[in-house]
Each structure stands twice: as C-alpha cells, then as structure tokens.
C-alpha cells in the first residue's frame, strides 16, 4: 500500500516569502543581468567565508572548468579526482583538454585521504602521465584532510583546487588549537574551492555555482574569462590608440576588449537575488541539518547499517547529504528493494555517486573503479536531508529503515 502522507525527497529546495520577494525586485528593477544584485551576493559569500575574492557563475561545473584553466590545465595535463563524485569534477579537465586521474576513496568516509593520493599520484606517474592539479572533494559536506593533501601535492609539484559543491557552512582548522576556518576560506597551498547552488544545495539559485579564493591573480582570471575574456576596465586596457579619444585622452564610453577566449558563465541578477536572500538563512539553516543529523544518529543507532562519519577534531559537517552504508549482500534485502520498499513509505532516496570511473564514457578509455570507491558505491543510500525536516519527519525515514530492515516484517 502506498504512503498517503507527504513524500519526503532525499533533498529539495527550502524558499520563503522573503525569497520570492526578492527575485520579483529584481524582475522590477533595471537589470536582470550584469547588475548590482550578483556583486552585493558575491560579497555576502566572501564575507560569510572570510575570503578575498567569490566569483559567481551560471552553475558550478563552469566554476570548476575555469577554475582548471586558470590553474594552467591544457592538453595531456593529468588531473587527479576521487573516483566517488558528480561526474562534472572530471569532466571539467576533458573541457581544458586534460586527463583525469581516478584516486581511491576511503570505503567507509568517500573522501579522498592523503595516502590514496600518493597511491594514485604514483599510479598516474607510472602511466606516463604528469600530475597538475588535484581535487580533492569535501564528500556531503565532511571536509577533507586538508593538511595531508596539501602535503602530497607540495612533494609532486601539483596546485590543489577544492570542489566544496557539497560543503558551504562546514568548518576546518589546521591543528586542535588552530581557529576553525570557513570551507572555502583556502588554506595556504590551496588556489580555493568550487561551490554549487543547485536547488538541492545549502544555497539554491535554480542553477549556479562560484569560486572562491584568497588569490588576486587567479580571481583577475575567473572574472575575464567568466565574460567572454572581454574586460571593460580602462587600467587593463591595452590598445590605447582605440581605447582613449584622441582630443580629451578620456576612454571611449563604447570600448571594451577581449583579451582571452573566455566563455559566458554569467548569473543572472534574477539568480542572484534568490542566493543572496538565502544567504541571510545560511547558518541557521546549517544547524537546522545538524540537528537533523543528530536526529537520524539517535534513530539509527544498532540498525544494521554505518552511519555517516561525523565530526572530528579538525572537521565540522555542513550536511549536505545523510549517507548510509548498508551490506545489502549480507542483509537480505537490495538496493532495489530498498528503494521501492522507502517510495512505498512516502521516502525518497538517492546514490551517491555512481563511481565516475564506471561510466561508459570513462569506461571506454580504460578507467576502472578503485576498490574502496567499488566498496563505498555497493553499499550507499542517502536518505532525506534538507532544513525543512521535521522531527517527525525524521522519525518517519527512520521507521521506515526498521521496518525494511527488520527480519520479521520483510514482505518482497
């Protein structure tokens, strides 16, 4: 019998009136492109994290390309990504003509640990190949061994560029007596990070994405090539004979120059609008999936099944994903099963991610999946997590578990 109450996502955007109020401003005013709204929610990002420069765009997997080429990826450049992610962390070296580089992940955590990569920088050196960037990426909002990261790139000679899609409000520090860091607030050795603001996001702008970062030159980049690689600032001008009227020697209102092939990865101010307003729930919107975290930790606990890595030391989660791991071998009951046994519950869920080493289009060039990442994929299932769960909502997904999971009450 199907569930006659509300359907439960594995995640969904959370608006207010306030941020329809804020999208019809936009639509009101006299820039729906190009306008104040994308600057003012670039600074309320770069504030929020405590870094010099955001560069927002159209999505993140244009934040990722850019940021790859700004970074010097081209043709034959080896770029190592965890084999655990959305396909666009890869794909985004093919973009800029490079090669990805599948690193192992940790089976139990997904994220990419400082041994996997020596592992995988080795690996790509023994194919011939020359590692110039890794990205790492900071798994549902666990973040990353920053530190050790850092440490092998240094010994390889590779940049470091974070894709923190999953990781906006999380928090890290250096050391136990290190202050805790904003995701995105870059370490030193690290270019900066990739978010996403897809709906289902800590940040929704429908569709949009930005870079972060605390390097001037490499911010100067995204920005040209973010808009075609046309600059309209007169100090960065550098035809001057076209730029500057030859009576007053003041610029020409007209001009502009395209220094650089760039693309148009622009948001919209209408986009923007949604962003900026949701920043202003950000933090609370992060404790609210922390306490939800808490929630399931307290629900699930002695089910067979592990629970998400949570807070460490160094780390704290932002929760964007609750991800489970269940031996669907050896309990009785598949994925499949689970899947149409939750939706019959009125609960939805996800994967995440198929590893991108097993897609066909990796598939054919010779990529084959890692044992940890094989491991961590066989066995993950994200379950609701959005701010907008309530705790009996939480306690709906969570009964539902039990009752799949428990001998006496399976019925497939």
């Known amino acids: 019998m199907k569930s006659e109450q509300k359907y439960l996502p594995y995640g969904r955007q959370c608006l207010t009136q306030g941020d329809i109020d804020a999208v019809v401003a936009v639509l009101k005013s006299d820039f729906l492109t190009q306008g104040p709204t994308v600057e003012a929610f670039e600074k309320a990002i770069a504030e929020y994290l405590g870094c010099s420069d955001v560069i927002v765009m159209n999505n993140a997997t244009a934040a990722l390309h850019i940021a790859y080429l700004s970074l010097g990826v081209e043709k034959g450049s080896a770029v190592i990504v965890p084999a655990i992610t959305f396909a666009a962390t890869a794909n985004a070296a093919v973009y800029c003509g490079g090669v990805p580089f599948f690193c192992d992940v940790d089976p139990v955590s997904g994220l990419m640990t400082p041994e996997l990569l020596e592992q995988a920088v080795i690996k790509c050196k023994a194919q011939g190949l020359k590692p110039k960037l890794c990205v790492p990426v900071h798994y549902a909002g666990m973040a990353v061994d ?216 990796y598939k054919k060039s010779g990529a084959v999946v890692p044992p940890g990442a094989r491991k961590f994929y066989d066995m993950e299932l994200s379950i609701p997590m959005y701010p907008d769960l309530t705790r009996a909502d939480v306690d709906r997904v969570s009964d539902a578990l039990k009752d799949i999971l428990t001998p006496s009450k399976k019925a497939f």
């Not at 000679?157 to 928090?171: N, P, Q, R, W």
């Not at 490499?218 to 001057?240: M, P, Q, W, Y």
């Not at 704290?316 to 009785?332: C, K, Q, S, V």
């Open 146 to 361: 920053m530190n050790g990261i850092i440490e092998v790139a240094k010994k390889h000679s590779m940049k470091v560029f974070e894709d923190a899609c999953h990781a906006i409000g999380g928090d890290i520090r250096a050391s136990e007596t290190s202050p805790w860091r904003k995701v995105g607030n870059a370490f030193d050795g690290s270019a900066g990070c990739s978010f996403s603001f897809h709906p289902v996001k800590h940040i929704a702008t429908g569709e949009g994405g930005a870079v972060a970062t605390n390097d001037p030159e490499f911010a100067k980049k995204l920005r040209l090539i973010r808009t075609h690689g046309i600059t309209k600032s007169s100090e960065n001008f550098v035809d001057s004979k076209m730029a500057f009227d030859k009576k007053s020697g003041l610029v020409n209102p007209w001009y502009y120059e395209m220094q650089e092939l760039g693309w148009n990865y622009r948001l919209s101010d209408i986009n923007a609008a949604l962003g900026l307003s949701q920043m202003g729930r950000l933090v609370a919107n992060i404790q609210k999936r922390r306490q939800i975290a808490t929630w399931y930790h307290e629900n699930l606990s002695g089910l067979p099944l592990v629970r998400p890595c949570g807070e460490t030391i160094l780390t704290r989660h932002a929760w964007h994903l609750y991800p489970l791991l269940i031996d669907f071998e050896n309990i009785g009951v598949s994925r499949f099963e689970m899947f149409r046994e939750l939706k019959q519950r009125g609960v939805g869920a996800q994967v995440h991610y198929i590893p991108v080493p097993s897609l066909p289009y």
